[in-house]
T-cell receptor, first 113, second 115 residues
Framework: AQSVTQLDSQVPVFEEAPVELRCNYS??????LFWYVQYPNQGLQLLLK??????LVKGINGFEAEFNKSQTSFHLRKPSVHISDTAEYFC???????????FGEGTQLTVNP | EAGVAQSPRYKIIEKRQSVAFWCNPI?????LYWYQQILGQGPKLLIQ????????DSQLPKDRFSAERLKGVDSTLKIQPAKLEDSAVYLC?????????????FGEGSWLTVV
């Protein structure tokens, strides 16, 4: 079975500061990795995903993530955040042989002026 | 392109009552999912359909939850009778069939409060 641990439940930052949201996963098989964002009262929107190839993945809204196989991590970063980035962020894994997402518990990012 | 449509967006019911949620996936998407998201937690898969067949319902509480996807398009998730712990957001999602690692697209969710 796969599991995802998001190491911080809440991350407060100031506007224009850099941010890193941490995600570790556990799996006995190969996985794909995803980051989703959820704005208040909305569904989940894909930020980026890692399937194969370059370990640095760029997504929408200036976010990027780096896959580290040895550390089983997939941390999300943004060099300069905006107020509008305030949302819940979910890391998820999917077996390469399957099509089901397993989510972490989420990280609430709050960007303050 | 229209996204995943869900209704109703909000529902309040008393425990032991029944409720049904409807989902219309993105046109052409063969795979449909229902996830349950309890406040403060990540979404958890309840059931996955491929066309009109069930692929995975291992985490669906079958004594009270049921789901169907007639004709391989729309889907309905029903809860009967509801319990207080069923209060959650029910997210429908869809993805194309075939290539592994396809993006899964989510609807805005149906918010259920059981009182």
């Amino acid at each position: 079975a796969q599991s995802v641990t998001q190491l911080d439940s809440q991350v407060p930052v100031f506007e224009e500061a850099p941010v890193e949201l941490r995600c570790n996963y556990s799996s006995s098989v190969s996985v794909y990795l995803f980051w989703y964002v959820q704005y208040p009262n909305q569904g989940l929107q894909l930020l980026l995903k890692y399937l194969s190839g370059s370990t640095l993945v760029k997504g929408i809204n200036g976010f990027e993530a780096e896959f580290n196989k040895s550390q089983t991590s997939f941390h999300l970063r943004k060099p300069s955040v905006h107020i509008s980035d305030t949302a819940e962020y979910f890391c998820a894994v999917m077996k390469t042989s399957g099509s089901r997402l397993t989510f972490g518990e989420g990280t609430q990012l709050t960007v303050n002026p | 392109e229209a996204g995943v449509a869900q209704s109703p967006r909000y529902k309040i019911i008393e425990k032991r009552q029944s409720v049904a949620f409807w989902c219309n996936p993105i046109s052409g998407h063969a795979t449909l999912y229902w996830y349950q998201q309890i406040l403060g937690q990540g979404p958890k898969l309840l059931i996955q359909f491929q066309n009109n067949g069930v692929v995975d319902d291992s985490q669906l509480p079958k004594d009270r939850f049921s789901a169907e996807r007639l004709k391989g398009v729309d889907s309905t998730l029903k809860i009967q009778p509801a319990k207080l712990e069923d209060s959650a957001v029910y997210l429908c999602a869809s993805s194309p069939a075939g290539h592994r690692g396809n993006t899964i697209y989510f609807g805005e969710g149906s918010w259920l409060t059981v009182v």
